[in-house]
């Protein structure tokens, strides 16, 4: 005894499949060729990526750092109403530091990207004593959101500078950047008793 199936399920079926090999046996079942509404929504949603970093890995005081981030859309549409936010600026101290020098506020919105479209923005910062005597780094972190078909993206990263360097009115020479010259190696000659 077969099963009975309803006459628009058979008329569907055929519909679908009328361009396949008859196989009276067998329904072949799969995806359409033609992606739905929603997947060719989700191919074309926008995708923004953020590249932080900064001019130089190691800083002393009265180096002046500068701090770049370049936004990117990397997808294939349109994103709009994009926002550079700055998160945090600190030091290893966890004190809340202010960029020497940085983009006015209206530079920080960017109205439109279009696809493959990018935006450079850099942001300055003067090392102190202050920052040097706690040592570690100072750590710059950038957040960037934006809005396409799919609603609110974001990229965060962060840039990081040690401070590990040795001052310029430091008394004793260096042999390389930021490190002490080590003493000559003493010869290990064996003491008879």
Not at 14 to 28: L, Q, S
Not at 92 to 98: I, P
Not at 163 to 175: A, E, I, Q, V, Y
């Amino acid at each position: 005894m077969g099963i009975r199936r309803s006459r628009p399920f058979r008329k569907l079926m055929r519909a679908t499949h009328h361009h396949t090999p008859r196989v009276p046996w067998a329904i072949v079942r799969g995806l359409p060729l033609r992606r739905s509404a929603l997947l060719a929504r989700k191919k074309n949603a926008g995708h923004i990526s953020l590249v932080y970093g900064a001019d130089r890995p190691l800083a002393i005081p009265g180096d002046t750092v500068i701090f770049t981030a370049w936004i990117t859309n990397d997808s294939t549409s349109h994103v709009r109403d994009i926002n550079l936010v700055p998160r945090s600026f600190t030091n290893e101290g966890m004190e809340m530091l202010q960029y020497t020098s940085e983009p006015v506020e209206r530079d920080l919105r960017i109205r439109l990207l279009a696809p493959g479209q990018s935006v450079m923005r850099s942001f300055t910062y003067l090392v102190t004593d202050s920052d040097h005597l706690h040592g570690g780094s100072l750590v710059s972190a950038m957040q960037v959101r934006a809005t396409c078909r799919r609603g609110v993206i974001t990229d965060e990263h962060d840039a990081i500078v040690s401070l590990s360097g040795t001052r310029r009115d430091w008394p004793f020479k260096t042999t390389r950047a930021g490190q002490p010259r080590r003493s000559p190696k003493r010869s290990n000659a064996s003491v008879l008793v």
